[in-house]
């Protein structure tokens, strides 16, 4: 059976010649002028396989990301060595441009096939560009770049905390930050990497005047295979800590510029964010809608792309819920849209600003009853106090809980959350608002 392939570039007259004279492995069903032509024939179903000819600049991750969500190859032929190199590290088939065509047929059956498998897998597609080689700024050339990028080719493998929950403010970056504090003390390298795409705000609370937005930065070297593990650490922003050193990404500065954190390009930032840290934690937006339905143009951006593929690559999901009347029904709702948004998520439930005045007198029992009864079959995994005074020093210094109030309830339940199991079981969400209420000023 033939497959089906449209090209595009300047010099694909020759090449398309070349393959008809096969008569048969490969079919040329379209020369495309540009790539938006290019992207819609295959959108349409009418190619299994797009080759670019000499322009391959246009080859991101982003690009192989949707074409791969529709089963379609990609391979790109140029005539620069570093080029293809980078195309290799994108798991895109590469080639000069005067290959064989008996050689580029075989390419091309080559990128059907592995397309067909992701497709038929419904794997994301890209965890299969990041599935070749290594990209060319990865490979360290000299023995001061090998030094900066620790073992220059050591498999990822840190681990990924989201800190997710419902709209409302319930404070999921005061407990990411914080959390990833604790962590620093407890000797763990962590990244902190702010993907909320709807109001970022880790550089404020860390009180860092930050304008360039290391994320985006991040993801721009990402979608084009151009990120290795030295460039990731001179994008993130240092932050010095009484417990040790935290790297940050900041955040978008604005709201509006949420296109330039597409999905592809955030999951290759993540997956180079493991070989650099021993946990990232990730400051995820709230909302989980899967913007694509409402849109006619399936290769358009999605607002909520940099949300959903945060929780897709987490090891772990922190769900965090505001502990009042308003707070428990809506992360009981964005649970349940957790739960068909990303199947294998296995949340842990955080209730964070307990309090008398929201809750009653005995506020810890009286949110366990409340979500025995309206919640999910899932425990709740820990409950933050409402410390005020903590929170407010925190927020007006700009620095952590660990440093201004480290004697705080509230910094010891954050703490727990990420360096002990022992707040899974603990009954002290009651005490410790005791204790905020009779604590000497």
């Known amino acids: 059976m033939s497959i089906p392939v449209v090209t595009i570039g300047s010099e694909q007259a020759e090449l398309v010649g070349g393959l008809e004279r096969l008569h048969g492995p490969v079919t040329v069903v379209r020369r495309c002028a540009e790539l938006a032509e290019l992207v819609a024939a295959c959108q349409s179903g009418l190619a299994r396989v797009a080759v670019v000819v000499g322009d391959t600049a246009d080859i991101t991750v982003t ?28 798991g895109v088939g590469a080639a000069h441009e005067r290959v064989r065509a008996e050689d580029l047929a075989e390419l091309i059956a080559e990128a059907a096939r592995r397309a067909g498998a992701l497709a038929a897998a419904g794997a994301s597609a890209s965890s299969f560009s990041l599935a070749g080689a290594r990209p060319v700024a990865d490979v360290p050339t000299t023995a001061d ?67 360039a937005a290391g994320l985006a930065q991040a993801c721009r070297l990402g979608d084009q295979g151009a990120l290795d593990a030295g460039a990731l650490r001179r994008l993130a922003t240092p932050v010095v800590t009484e417990a040790g050193i935290l790297l940050v990404l900041t955040g978008i500065t ?17 997956e180079r964010s493991r070989e650099i840290a021993d946990v990232v934690v990730i400051d995820a937006g709230f909302c989980l809608e899967a913007d694509e339905e409402l849109s006619f143009d399936t290769m358009a951006p999605r607002r909520n792309a940099a949300t959903l593929r945060s929780l897709e690559l987490a090891d772990r999901i922190v769900a965090v819920g505001a ?17 068909q948004a990303v199947p294998h998520a ?30 999910p079959r899932r425990p709740i995994t820990a409950l933050v106090p409402y410390d005020v005074e903590a929170a407010d020093a925190s927020l007006l210094g700009g620095s952590l809980l660990l440093e201004c109030a480290p004697q705080s309830p509230l910094r010891t339940a954050v703490a727990n959350v990420v360096c002990s199991p022992v707040q899974r079981n603990r009954k002290t969400a009651v005490a410790s608002a005791r204790a905020l209420v009779t604590r000497p000023r």
């Open 323 to 339: 502990a009042d009347a308003v707070g428990m029904p809506r992360l009981v709702r964005a649970l349940a849209e957790l739960e």
């Open 346 to 375: 296995s949340p842990d439930v955080v209730f964070n600003k307990v309090r008398k005045g929201a809750l009653g007198r005995f506020p810890e029992r009286a949110l366990r009853d409340a979500w025995d009864r309206f919640g």
């Open 63 to 90: 690009l192989v990301d949707r074409l791969a969500a529709v089963a379609v190859g990609i391979v790109g032929l140029s005539d620069d060595d570093g080029e293809r190199r980078r195309l290799d590290g994108l």
């Open 254 to 270: 604005r709201a509006d510029r949420w296109p330039e954190l597409r999905a592809a390009a955030l999951g290759t930032v993540l």
């Open 145 to 211: 770049e090998v030094g900066e990028s620790g073992d220059g080719g050591a498999a990822a493998t840190g681990e990924i905390i989201a800190f997710w929950g419902p709209t409302g403010a319930p404070g999921r970056t005061t407990l990411a930050i914080n959390a990833a504090a604790e962590l620093v003390r407890a000797g763990k390298s962590v990244l902190v990497v702010d993907a909320d795409t709807y109001g970022a705000s880790v550089a404020a609370q860390l009180g860092l005047l930050d304008e």
